[in-house]
Structures are given as structure tokens and as C-alpha cells.
């Protein structure tokens, strides 16, 4: 499972290749910093429009926009996924600290990592390793019998990088 700026899973079985997510954001990639960063945005405008607390952390958002709604609106008018993932280690920090809207967050997020890895687990996969800094740093949010499925991958990112490349038959997005 793979989850840094988007997300997707991946299981191997018998040389057939099972894919879980990974089809970009906004539509897909849950699980991921920039689906993350967008459900950030959103509940940092309803704390503007005093729907929801104004958190450490959603004020910490509004100081990267000078306080101005008006700027978020325009940003988000021509925002690339790393933009909103951006916003993903003032989460994980704000967390740390208690900060109910980050702490929901990455419960929502852990909820969508748990999501695709039970797809998985679903698909045959029982040991499933955890790569990318959203899904390592989300490893505690996930549920206990979730957590056991978790393995050290045995290849870094570059090598399982090369073991795709030049397959048909491993064509991802």
C-alpha cells in the first residue's frame, strides 16, 4: 500500500496484479496527503464560516493564506495535488498536539488506508507493507487486526519500481 501525495494498492498473486485505488486525484487517492490537504481545505473554510472550531491547526492553514478566504478560493482554483498535500505534516504535527481537527483527519485517513487495505486482504494479500509518508506515518491509526497484515517491505521504493517497469501486464495509471 502506497500512500504519500496520492495513494494506491497493489497486490501481486501468480504473476496477476490486483490495484486498489490510484486512478488521481480529486477522483481517486484516498489515503493520500492530497485528499487529505482538500478535506483540510474544506473544513478550514467551514471554521471561517463558524460551522465548525477554528483549531490550532485550521488557523495555522489561514496564516499560509495571509487570513484571506478570498486567497484560499483563488489557490484552489488552480491547486495541483502537491499543493494540498502540503498541508500534510501540520496534520500529522498538529495531531500531536491534540488538535481535534487534525486528529480527525487522520482518523478519516487511516479510515481510507484501512479501506483499500482491506480490499487487499480481500484479494488474497495477508502480509501488506506500508510505503510513502502518509501510509507509514498512519500505521497507529489503523485497527489492531488491520495492523497485524502489516509487514517491512522487503524492496525499497526504486526497486519495486523496477520490477514494474517495461511489464504490460503491470499497467498502472
Given at each position: 500500500m502506497i500512500a504519500g501525495t496520492g495513494s494506491?494498492?497493489?497486490?501481486?498473486?501468480?504473476?496477476?496484479?490486483?490495484?486498489?485505488?490510484?486512478?488521481?486525484?480529486?477522483?481517486?487517492?484516498?489515503?493520500?496527503?492530497?485528499?487529505?490537504?482538500?478535506?483540510?481545505?474544506?473544513?478550514?473554510?467551514?471554521?471561517?464560516?463558524?460551522?465548525?472550531e477554528n483549531t490550532p491547526l485550521a488557523q495555522h492553514v489561514m496564516a499560509h493564506f495571509d487570513q484571506d478566504v478570498?486567497?484560499?478560493?483563488?489557490?484552489?482554483?488552480?491547486?495541483?495535488?502537491?499543493?494540498?498535500?502540503?498541508?500534510?505534516?501540520?496534520i500529522f504535527e498538529h495531531a500531536a498536539q491534540g488538535d481535534s481537527l487534525a486528529i480527525s483527519m487522520l482518523k478519516q485517513t487511516a479510515a481510507d488506508i484501512e479501506m483499500f487495505l482491506v480490499a487487499l486482504?480481500?484479494?488474497?494479500?495477508?502480509?501488506?507493507?506500508?510505503?510513502?509518508?502518509?501510509?507509514?506515518?498512519?500505521?497507529a491509526w489503523l485497527s489492531p487486526p488491520v495492523q497485524s497484515w502489516v509487514v517491512e517491505p522487503q524492496f525499497d521504493a526504486i526497486e519495486g519500481a523496477l520490477m514494474f517497469a517495461g511489464k504490460p501486464e503491470h499497467n498502472l495509471y
Open positions: 494506491v494498492g497493489i497486490y501481486l498473486s501468480n504473476g496477476e496484479q490486483h490495484v486498489v485505488g490510484g486512478r488521481e486525484f480529486p477522483i481517486s487517492d484516498q489515503g493520500g496527503g492530497a485528499v487529505m490537504g482538500l478535506r483540510l481545505i474544506q473544513q478550514v473554510l467551514l471554521a471561517q464560516d463558524g460551522i465548525v478570498d486567497q484560499v478560493v483563488e489557490w484552489s482554483k488552480s491547486a495541483l495535488p502537491r499543493d494540498y498535500g502540503q498541508f500534510s505534516p501540520a486482504n480481500r484479494k488474497g494479500a495477508n502480509r501488506i507493507c506500508l510505503m510513502g509518508s502518509i501510509a507509514e506515518r498512519s500505521k
